[in-house]
């Protein structure tokens, strides 16, 4: 359900297995870049991060950043789009691992637990792009408004799928349930603590919570 630009660059120059945090383990001034700017914007806020405040923390000359990247917008661009290629690969990863003929609720679920894997594995990457809504250039826009679409898309591809199968409840809207659950997942960047609990056990708290939209009662992973 991948488009051929999303399997390219999944393929090729984003991160290996999210779940070992490959996107935090920087080296080099680009990469210094990207994970201290994705910090501020997810800590600060994007508006209030300087070029100067991110090249300060990086350990590196103002330049330098120049050097990499023309605009802080085009750093904002490049962070959403190694978090959401992140995302698409570790949900792709959980779903291809899957026996071929797993039910639609099986799928889901696993795309649930990517979903989550990689938000959590990832921070403040993906943290950032699970949070910001800012005024940019146009251009810049559109490339991330097309990216979070995609990957809208490839969740109401499964959900659909589910309702023509006749696996979800017949009170459930699939136009809203998309919103619903994907808005669950990400705003858990806000309030979970991995000191208190684990993400398997999120994942697994999620499943459970989202197991009432099903017509059936159980799905193993």
């Avoid at 699970?130 to 809208?152: C, F, G, Q, W």
Wanted: charged share 25%.
């Amino acid at each position: 359900m991948l488009t051929s630009k999303f399997k390219k660059k999944i393929s090729s120059k984003i991160v290996a297995k999210p779940q070992s945090s490959a996107i935090e383990k920087v080296s080099g001034a680009y990469e210094a870049i990207l994970l201290q700017a994705a910090f501020l914007f997810s800590t600060k806020g994007y508006a209030e991060s300087g070029l100067r405040e991110i090249a300060d923390r990086a350990g590196i000359r103002s330049s330098t950043v120049y050097y990499h990247f023309k605009s802080k917008e085009k750093i904002y661009e490049t962070i959403i789009e190694k978090a959401m290629l992140c995302i698409f690969q570790s949900v792709t990863q959980e779903i291809n691992a899957l026996p071929k003929n797993a039910s639609i609720r099986r799928r889901i679920d696993a795309a649930i637990k990517g979903h989550l894997l990689a938000l959590h594995s990832n921070k403040p990457f993906t943290s950032t792009n699970a949070h910001s809504r800012i005024t940019l250039p146009p251009k810049v826009d559109r490339a991330i408004r097309a990216m979070r679409n995609e990957y809208s898309d490839f969740w109401q591809a499964l959900i659909v799928e589910a309702q023509n199968e006749g696996a979800l409840k017949t009170e459930i809207d699939p136009q809203l349930l998309r919103p619903i659950l994907l808005g669950t997942l990400n705003r858990t960047v806000s309030w979970f603590d991995d000191q208190k609990s684990t993400v398997d056990s999120l994942i697994t708290s999620l499943i459970v919570m989202f197991s009432g939209i099903w017509k059936t009662r159980s799905s193993r992973i």
